[in-house]
């Protein structure tokens, strides 16, 4: 049987945690939502840019994400839009994140969110925090790479 290609529509990207951090490896995870919480995001209201992941008891959780409360649902039944949010991974995948994580020190940062089918999606990055030397240094090579992509049209 052939396997239909699975749509994937980017809702939000974390454009900010590539340039503040140098990333080693990507992740996918599931996250655990509430209603009003995905009709939010289907609305593309997501702020990825402070949030980071944690790790906690054997558990990913994905912490500081603002989702804007959805606008045609009433308070009572609205979400906390910076509430704590679990994140859903094989426990393998978890289990390697522990050890680097705690021994190298290392950060895990959403880089974007989106749908994959239905299901909304987090993209995890592995990251170790850049100096700010580091910073300067992309922003050089970026700005080089403009003037020679000028000089090459001319």
């Known amino acids: 049987m052939a396997k239909e290609k699975e749509r994937i529509k980017v809702v939000s990207d974390n454009r900010q945690a590539r340039f503040?951090?140098?990333?080693?490896?990507?992740?996918?995870?599931?996250?655990?939502?509430?209603?009003?919480?995905?009709?939010s995001i289907r609305a593309g209201k997501?702020?990825?840019?402070?949030?980071?992941?944690?790790?906690?008891?054997?558990?990913?959780?994905?912490?500081?994400?603002?989702?804007?409360p959805y606008d045609k649902s009433s308070l009572f039944f609205n979400h906390d839009p910076r509430r704590t949010r679990r994140l859903l991974?094989?426990?393998w995948e978890i289990r390697k994140l522990i050890g680097q994580v705690e021994q190298k020190g290392l950060t895990l940062v959403p880089l974007k969110m989106y749908f994959k089918g239905s299901w909304v999606k987090v993209a995890l990055g592995l990251g170790k925090g850049k100096k700010l030397h580091?910073?300067?240094?992309?922003?050089k090579r970026r700005q080089d790479d403009r003037d020679m992509a000028r000089a090459m049209k001319r």
Do not use: C, P
């Open 20 to 39: 503040l951090y140098e990333i080693l490896e990507t992740y996918e995870a599931g996250i655990e939502l509430q209603g009003t919480e995905v009709k």
């Open 134 to 139: 580091d910073k300067r240094e992309t922003l």
């Open 46 to 68: 997501v702020n990825l840019r402070d949030g980071f992941a944690l790790l906690r008891d054997g558990e990913v959780w994905l912490m500081n994400v603002h989702i804007s």
């Open 89 to 91: 991974m094989h426990n």
